[in-house]
């Protein structure tokens, strides 16, 4: 199936302008939620210079394909050329390339924030030290991995901070009170 819809990939050149054709992948990035709604889908059928729709929707989802696996998959910038199979015309390919490179990273920093990711608790050490070389009051010294979501490919990061005596007592307190929570949780028919 996928064949197929490269072979509507050349219907872009209709478009008068790059611009043009910015517009319409900016337009389908919008509506990736939602789908077109028929102005949309009007105003690229007018871009495209287009007399009937019948040819639309495959070349739609084609460029929907070609973006979500920029997105989605996290292709390197330099791996993009390689998405494109040989039947594609080499200067559609480099103007594809180029508008999805410039969009690539502001499309996957929106898509973050569209899921709201809570990174994950990967790892957990502590150990025990000073709170600096005069003072002799113990401190945790804890060092955490936090992992973002693995299907976008979000990096580790390393979170290091210190507890003393009674920073100590108030997060054990706040991490009996969600066990607790945990365990009503639990315990309630179908988990609400």
């Given at each position: 199936m996928e064949q197929t819809l490269w072979r509507?990939?050349?219907?872009?050149?209709?478009?008068?302008?790059?611009?043009?054709?910015?517009?319409?992948?900016?337009?389908?990035?919008?509506?990736?939620?939602?789908?077109?709604?028929?102005?949309?889908?009007?105003?690229?059928?007018?871009?495209?210079?287009?007399?009937?729709?019948s040819d639309l929707d495959p070349l739609l989802l084609c460029l929907r394909m070609l973006m979500r696996r920029c997105v989605y998959e996290s292709t390197s910038k330099d791996d993009i050329p390689k998405l494109f199979p040989n039947e594609v015309l080499p200067e559609l390919q480099k103007l594809l390339t180029l508008l999805l490179q410039k969009f690539q990273q502001e499309w996957q920093e929106e898509l973050l924030k569209d899921q709201n990711i809570v990174p994950r608790l990967k790892a957990m050490t502590w150990n025990m030290g000073h709170q600096d070389k005069e003072s002799s009051d113990p401190v945790a010294v804890i060092n955490m991995k936090l992992q973002g979501d693995a299907q976008l490919h979000c990096r580790e990061l390393d979170v290091k901070f210190q507890l003393g005596t009674d920073t100590l007592d108030t997060v054990l307190k706040a991490m009996h009170c969600i066990r607790d929570q945990f365990t009503t949780t639990d315990e309630t028919p179908n988990g609400h």
């Open positions: 509507h990939l050349p219907l872009l050149l209709r478009a008068s302008t790059k611009e043009s054709i910015e517009y319409v992948l900016e337009t389908l990035w919008r509506t990736r939620s939602t789908g077109l709604d028929s102005s949309d889908r009007r105003v690229i059928q007018d871009i495209l210079q287009f007399q009937n729709d």
